[in-house]
T-cell receptor
């Protein structure tokens, strides 16, 4: 079945440091890939998505590129802020609606001033 | 503003008790979902509904029940058969049939056992 594997956390960075959170996936077809973010005490929000190979999703300074050859969708940001502290989830969907998502374990990011 | 409302934010369950978590959306979405979130385990799908009066089991449906009598509402009951109910429960919705449509999440309910 489908699965998503994220790098283990927690990740602690200083403000303005570079961020990479690794995500690899296993899927039988050609899934859509997503990054969701969860701020403390809240539900998840879609951060970015990519729907086909070599697509780059981007939002709020975060980027991720759909790499079919390495089955990866790593999340990157060049300069993190304290407000980026949250849990980040990688997810995939093979459904045509994109709604039946398989989530990774989540990676806790803490950014210190 | 449109959105998804979950209530209560915190809920406590006694031994042998059934409890119901509320989820209401005014986004006019056809599909609704319940996920369970445990630390370090990501989100796991409990139940989902693609249309009123119809729902399907997700990956961890045992010990849970749902109903979908109205488009706007998708309550989740945690029954006494669920032996490890302590978790953060998230409700979500989406436009059914739209390609690559994202999920909209509520702010969650933390359920704890007394």
């Amino acid at each position: 079945g489908d699965s998503v594997t994220q790098m283990e956390g927690p990740v602690t960075l200083s403000e303005e440091a570079c961020l990479t959170i690794n995500c690899t996936y296993t899927a039988t077809g050609y899934p859509s890939l997503f990054w969701y973010v969860q701020y403390p005490g809240e539900g998840l929000q879609l951060l970015l998505k990519a729907t086909k190979a070599d697509d780059k999703g981007s939002n709020k300074g975060f980027e991720a590129t759909y790499r079919k050859e390495t089955t990866s969708f790593h999340l990157e940001k060049g300069s993190v802020q304290v407000s980026d502290s949250a849990v980040y989830f990688c997810a995939l969907s093979e459904g045509t609606s994109g709604s039946r998502l398989t989530f990774g374990e989540g990676t806790q990011l803490t950014v210190n001033p | 503003d449109g959105g998804i409302t979950q209530s209560p934010k915190y809920l406590f369950r006694k031994e042998g008790q059934n409890v119901t978590l509320s989820c209401e959306q005014n986004l006019n979405h056809d599909a609704m979902y319940w996920y369970r979130q445990d630390p370090g385990q990501g989100l796991r799908l409990i139940y989902y509904s693609q249309i009123v009066n119809d729902f399907q089991k997700g990956d961890i449906a045992e010990g849970y029940s749902v109903s979908r009598e109205k488009k706007e509402s998708f309550p989740l009951t945690v029954t006494s058969a669920q032996k490890n109910p302590t978790a953060f429960y998230l409700c979500a919705s989406s436009i059914q049939g739209a390609l690559f449509e994202k999920l909209f999440f509520g702010s969650g309910t933390q359920l704890s056992v007394l």
